[in-house]
Nanobody, 120 residues
Framework: VQLQASGGGLVQAGGSLRLSCAAS????????MGWYRQAPGKQRELVAV???????NYVDSVKGRFAISSIIAKNTVYLQMNSLKPEDTAVYYC???????????????WGQGTLVTVSS
């Protein structure tokens, strides 16, 4: 199983970016997909998650600015980031909890990370 993330880049404060992450390989089902980020000198934090039941959850600092969505049938998750702030600068990693077979337990997989830089 591989996760391919894309969409990072450099943007001015107040701007927008959209991150995408697609999972491929032997996938039976995905129970959750989401995004973590890690800023320089800081611990990795969960930004947003989308579950197979359709529920979403966000870290407080991005509520009202970021929106996570998913096309389950395409094993893809998106993160629309609006009103970006310099403190959003980080490497963003997508992840997915994936079952590879009917009798398999869920395993967490990670993408390679994409850099988001927000200039002031």
């Amino acid at each position: 199983v591989q996760l391919q993330a894309s969409g990072g880049g450099l943007v001015q404060a107040g701007g927008s970016l959209r991150l995408s992450c697609a999972a491929s390989g032997p996938i039976f089902s995905i129970t959750a997909m989401g995004w973590y980020r890690q800023a320089p000198g800081k611990q990795r934090e969960l930004v947003a998650v989308f579950t197979s039941s359709g529920s979403t959850n966000y870290v407080d600092s991005v509520k009202g600015r970021f929106a996570i969505s998913s096309i389950i049938a395409k094993n893809t998750v998106y993160l629309q980031m609006n009103s970006l702030k310099p403190e959003d600068t980080a490497v963003y990693y997508c992840y997915a909890n994936i079952r590879r077979g009917f009798s398999s337990s869920s395993v967490e997989y990670w993408g390679q990370g994409t850099l988001v830089t927000v200039s002031s």
